[in-house]
């Protein structure tokens, strides 16, 4: 179990690093989408290894910074890449920027990633409002003793995706010309994409999508309290779909190729929260 005071020191030397900038919005950005990043004005760029005991981010097309700022008129925090389980981190350590971020006073998470389609209805390049997650896997940030500054020892997660914000998040995609899919996120510990029988098992189980992170997060942010929002951009079809191999490279170009619209869509969401 980390201890609460690596966290407490961790936000403290953001704390002095922001000079009374307090964020409301941490925004996580998945594998491609790290640009949105760069729009933020009065940037306050903070790499991840000149923070103490913070936890580096070595995933490609992951910066592994802080950009604090303002977006769409919202004061944040955008971590241009995560840390992941396949990096060798615990999900405590996965989740860790979360917990430091509800000590710095943030209360709402907007958390993306690049997944594969496991719905068959699904394009490559399409965005997925995540309504709910499955994680098969016994690595969840609460294990061990729990700490009660951050949460409860059982949190509710029966709508860890929070219904407002996503009704929000569908207006927002009207409104912007999106086309929004909602479904389910599975969560796989990677770095190997799934196999086809492994889909298979996850379309049987009932997800949409297929993805190497966001669960964690979601469950340190909803354990301390936080609103959330999460998103999935389709960088590719999920492994056995289509007769051909996945590829780190596939899924950067299509991030690339949709920042268009995925910058409108988050910019619009900041405008309404
Ligand atoms: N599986 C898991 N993670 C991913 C995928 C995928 O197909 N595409 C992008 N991230």
Not at 129 to 152: A, K, Q, V, W
């Amino acid at each position: 179990m980390i201890p609460f005071e690596n966290y407490e020191k961790s936000a403290a030397y953001l704390r002095e690093k922001l000079e009374g900038f307090q964020p409301e919005i941490l925004m996580i950005l998945g594998s491609g989408l790290g640009q949105l990043g760069d729009r933020v004005e009065h940037p306050i760029f903070v790499p991840y290894p000149e923070i103490p005991y913070f936890k580096h981010s070595t995933a490609p097309g992951h910066k592994g910074r802080f950009v604090f700022g303002i977006l769409a008129g919202k004061k944040v925090a955008v971590m241009q890449g995560r840390m992941h389980l396949y990096e060798g981190y615990s999900p405590e350590d996965a989740a860790y920027a979360v917990r430091v971020m509800k000590l710095l006073g943030v209360r709402t998470m907007i958390v993306t990633n690049a997944a594969g389609a496991v719905n068959l209805d699904y394009k490559p390049g399409q965005i997925m409002l995540i309504s709910d997650h499955i994680l098969l896997f016994p690595m969840t940030p609460l294990t061990g003793e729990n700490d009660e500054r951050f949460g409860t020892r059982f949190p509710d997660m029966s709508t860890a995706y929070t219904p407002a914000l996503r009704t929000l998040a569908k207006q927002a995609a009207a409104e912007t010309g999106v086309h929004l899919n909602e479904g389910v996120y599975m969560f796989f510990p990677g770095p190997q994409y799934e196999t086809p029988a492994e889909i298979r098992a996850a379309r049987l189980l009932g997800a949409d999508a297929a993805g190497m992170s966001t669960v964690p997060e979601v469950i340190a942010a909803r354990h301390c309290g936080m609103d959330i929002l999460g998103f999935s951009l389709a960088t590719n079809m999920a492994a056995g779909i289509l007769k051909q191999p996945l590829t780190e490279a596939e899924v950067l170009e299509t991030g690339e190729a949709c920042k268009e619209q995925f910058t409108a869509l988050m910019t619009r969401i900041l405008e309404k929260l």
